[in-house]
Each structure stands twice: as structure tokens, then as C-alpha cells.
């Protein structure tokens, strides 16, 4: 028997905010598929405001507002019967991110849950890997936020070791990002990886998902270290227009492109990994997972 319902996950990060709406496709005997059917995203970058001044500014606000209505709307025209929303490095260091999450419920019946750093590594690092890795094989999966970057050592197909480190593209932008939060990233990466004899990257993140496109790389396949390589050394030599126009990148993707491309070459010189996988999935994907879960476990699945 055929079984498809639709779930929903809205990932409000520190540059920008996605919803995903997925079917989640049960069948007698067999592994329940989850299915990507729309992904909308908005380029707010509330990073920009709470990691220089601490708090969302009011233009900020009505704009995540008007997305949420949108979304609110968007998930009614879908017929999602579950959804939720998770807010990260922004908002949880927003002085005024409960306020905010506040009105957004008051207004539009969101409830908006603000994760810390270690929960949205362990969301991530549960989505749905089976289709992308080799269970024999050791990950170090690294996904790129605005805020932060969640590191997780998956070997022999299970998660070893996860931590979130407050590294993101926005932070690196506005050069609020010390030395010493590198060296201590330095450090564990080293300390969780030196045991394995080899070990590939998973990165995940719209900025390594552009990459992967611009490589014309099949699905499946890894970008290398050299590739990677070349390809930051081209950014940087062309102007922030210049990646606009050459290169067909959105405004809000043209600037921060650069700072993920080195989180994720530390990452690999770090770990001596020569690879790195690009599967496609995130925090939205890793929601939609932990929303099955949770109605699995409470036998309510609607």
C-alpha cells in the first residue's frame, strides 16, 4: 500500500531563509523515500544586522514577516499537514530574536523553534546520507551556514562526533570571525579525523551547491581539492560585478561565495581529504527527517 503525505521545514539561517515543502512516500517493504517538491528561498541576511549591531533591525523584521505569510500561504496551497520551523546562529544571538519569533507566531501562527549550535549539527548531520555515501567509507560533512558551520565525522555510515563552530559566511564577510576560533576549528577537525586512514568531505550549503553546478560535475561525483583550488583563486580574481555577470550569480550568493569556498578548503586540508561530495541536502532536508521521526515515535503519523 501506497502512502504519500507532505511535510514542510522552514530554516531561518543568518543569510538566508528556504522552505521546503517534500512528500514523504511510504510503501509495504520498503525505505521510506523523502521527496524535495519545492524550495523557495529568500536572500534576508539577518546576519548582516544582529552579528555587527546584536539585534534584527525593523527592516529586517518586516521582510522575514512578509516571507512568513508567504510561506504560511505557500504550505496551505501545497496541502502540507506538518511542518516546522527552526531559526540558527541569527536569531539565537539576536537580542531581540524571541521578540521577533514572538510576533511571528502572534501574526502568522508560526512557531518558530530557535536551535542551539549542537542541535542543528545533530539535525544535519541525520538527514538522509544512505543514497550519497559508502558505508564503508569515513565523512567529515561540513555544512556552511551565514552564522556558523557544522562539522560532523560520520564513519561506517554512523555519526561519530558533531560541533558547531560560530565560522559563516556573513561573520567572515564583516571580518568578525578571531583567530583564535579558527585554531580551535584547526584543532578538532585534526583531533576527530588523524585516526582515519582516508577521509572524504560531504559538503552541503547553497555556496558549494553553486560550485558543484558551475563544475558541470554528474551527480554522484566529487569536486577535488585542486578543483576547489583553481576555483577560489578565480574568485578572487574577478571584481564582486564581475561574479554577477561572468560567472551568473545572485547578488547575495556573488560576495559570500568566497568566504564558504575557504571554510571548506581549510576543512579539506585539515582532514587530507582529496574530495569532496556535494549530495544537495541540509538543515531543511534534516527537519523534514526529524519531523517523520518524531510522528513515528508518537504512532500519530497523520
Same mark, same amino acid.
Given at each position: 500500500m501506497l502512502q504519500i503525505?507532505?511535510? &514542510? +521545514?522552514i530554516d531561518i539561517g543568518s543569510n538566508a531563509i528556504r522552505l521546503l515543502v517534500s512528500d514523504i512516500i511510504e510503501q509495504n517493504n520498503k525505505p521510506v523515500k523523502f521527496k524535495k517538491t519545492s524550495l523557495v528561498r529568500v536572500p534576508i541576511r539577518l546576519g548582516s544586522d544582529v552579528?555587527? /549591531?546584536g539585534k534584527i533591525s525593523q527592516a529586517s523584521t518586516m521582510r522575514m514577516l512578509d516571507s512568513m505569510k508567504a510561506f504560511k500561504l505557500l504550505m496551505q496551497a501545497h496541502g502540507v499537514k506538518v511542518y516546522k520551523a527552526c531559526a540558527t546562529s541569527a536569531m539565537r544571538e539576536a537580542n531581540n530574536g524571541n521578540e521577533? +519569533?514572538?510576533l511571528i507566531k502572534e501574526l502568522t501562527s508560526i512557531?518558530?523553534?530557535i536551535i542551539d549550535g549542537d542541535i542543528e549539527a545533530t539535525i544535519i548531520a541525520a538527514t538522509d546520507l544512505h543514497d550519497y555515501i559508502d558505508e564503508n567509507k569515513t565523512y567529515l560533512y561540513v555544512d556552511v551556514g551565514g552564522g556558523s558551520t557544522e562539522f560532523s565525522v560520520i564513519d561506517q555510515g554512523k555519526k561519530m562526533v558533531s560541533k558547531s563552530f560560530k565560522i559563516g559566511t556573513v561573520r567572515l564577510l564583516n571580518d568578525i570571525v578571531n583567530k583564535e576560533t579558527w585554531l580551535e576549528l584547526e584543532q578538532w577537525i585534526k583531533t576527530h579525523t588523524n585516526q582515519f586512514e582516508k577521509i572524504d568531505l560531504i559538503g552541503s550549503g547553497g555556496n558549494i551547491n553553486k560550485i558543484f553546478k558551475i563544475s558541470g560535475k554528474a551527480m554522484g561525483k566529487p569536486l577535488t581539492y585542486f578543483y576547489l583550488t583553481n576555483f577560489y583563486n578565480m574568485l578572487q580574481s574577478y571584481s564582486y560585478e564581475e561574479r554577477i555577470?561572468?560567472?551568473n550569480l545572485n547578488q547575495d550568493? &556573488? /560576495?559570500v561565495i568566497i568566504p564558504a569556498t575557504r571554510i571548506y578548503l581549510s576543512s579539506m586540508k585539515w582532514s587530507g581529504a582529496r574530495d569532496i561530495y556535494v549530495p544537495k541536502i541540509g538543515l531543511a532536508d534534516g527537519i523534514i527527517k526529524s519531523i517523520y521521526l518524531e510522528m513515528v515515535s508518537s504512532t500519530k503519523l497523520p
Open positions: 503525505k507532505k511535510y &514542510a +521545514a552579528f555587527i /549591531d521577533i +519569533a514572538s512557531n518558530i523553534d555577470t561572468e560567472l550568493r &556573488a /560576495d
